[in-house]
């Protein structure tokens, strides 16, 4: 009786041991098992049947029959999941920076200056300076102080195509806005409430504010400060403006409608080192 009881359960169990990982793989996929072991399990399984039938020991064969349909439910869903993320379309994902390379912030800070120090300096009499850096000592600080104002992020205008690009990524790819809130903490809920207005399409989810962006997990970051591809392991590209022309280190972006090119349009119609640019990002991209 006792041998009898004990039989039954060992049975039961190695019968029904598949039950629990059919259930997971059906959630993932089976993207954690082998085709290996899938196989050595079968032909375990199988052989044990044979051995069962021939003999006829009845538990060792009617338990195989159970083990082999389960294990066979298993290589089915680890065959479709393969197959669903075969042709799962790839998603980069991309963060972008806020200040000077979605929203515009030069102008009216330069108006600002001129209006608080009777001025008329234009963009094109800085150079390659920032502005903090090229007015006189004396004021650098008072300057500086303009963008601490929380109302100055409130009302600030895109860059060129830069809304209908962010938008179109946002609808191929995963895109985030990571903007270095931390240089200016008053600036925390204007830029939310910018953000919310403007660009609708990025889910608050999506929207960090961050100090070093070398902490982001992402596949490109694409901003105007080359300080934060230096511990970024993805693929920074530089958002090109005046201060950052001197820097030759990182792939760079002139303008939005070059990101286009580069990121949505599948055939990059110039700038051969972008298109090698391109292919780089998307081979180290290969998320599923
Ligand atoms: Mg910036």
Redesign the pocket.
């Given at each position: 009786m006792f041998v009898t009881v004990v039989g039954g359960l060992a049975t039961l169990c190695s019968s029904f041991a598949l039950l629990p990982q059919i259930l997971r793989a059906r959630r993932d996929g089976g993207r954690g098992l082998s085709y290996g072991m899938l196989g050595l399990y079968l032909a375990g399984t199988l052989l044990w049947l044979t051995y069962g039938l021939d003999t006829g020991a009845t538990a060792v064969a009617v338990a195989n029959v159970i083990a082999t349909t389960l294990v066979s439910i298993l290589i089915v869903i680890k065959a479709m999941g393969t197959k669903a993320r075969a042709e799962a379309p790839r998603k980069l994902r991309i963060a972008i920076?806020?200040?000077?390379?979605i929203v515009d912030i030069l102008p009216k800070h330069l108006r600002l200056y001129n209006e608080a120090f009777g001025e008329n300096l234009t963009i094109a009499d800085l150079g390659q300076k920032e502005l903090e850096h090229f007015v006189p000592k004396d004021r650098a600080e008072a300057t500086e102080r303009m963008i601490l104002d929380r109302s100055f992020f409130r009302d600030l205008p895109f860059l060129p195509e830069a809304r209908e690009t962010v938008k179109a990524l946002a609808e191929r790819h995963e895109v985030f806005i990571a903007?270095?809130a931390m240089d200016v903490p008053t600036s925390f809920d204007a830029k939310y409430a910018w953000l919310r207005e403007q660009m609708p399409f990025i889910p608050t989810s999506h929207i960090i504010f961050c100090g070093d962006k070398g902490a982001l997990d992402m596949d490109v970051l694409i901003?105007?400060?080359a300080r934060h591809f230096a511990r970024f392991r993805g693929k920074g590209l530089l958002?090109d403006?005046p201060h950052n022309r001197d820097e030759k280190r990182y792939a760079r972006v002139k303008d939005w409608a070059e990101v286009r090119r580069l990121l949505l349009d599948p055939e990059p119609a110039e700038a051969p080192g972008f298109l090698q640019t391109k292919t780089v990002v998307l081979e180290t991209a290969a998320r599923q």
């Open positions: 920076d806020m200040d000077e390379t903007t270095a901003d105007d400060r958002f403006a």
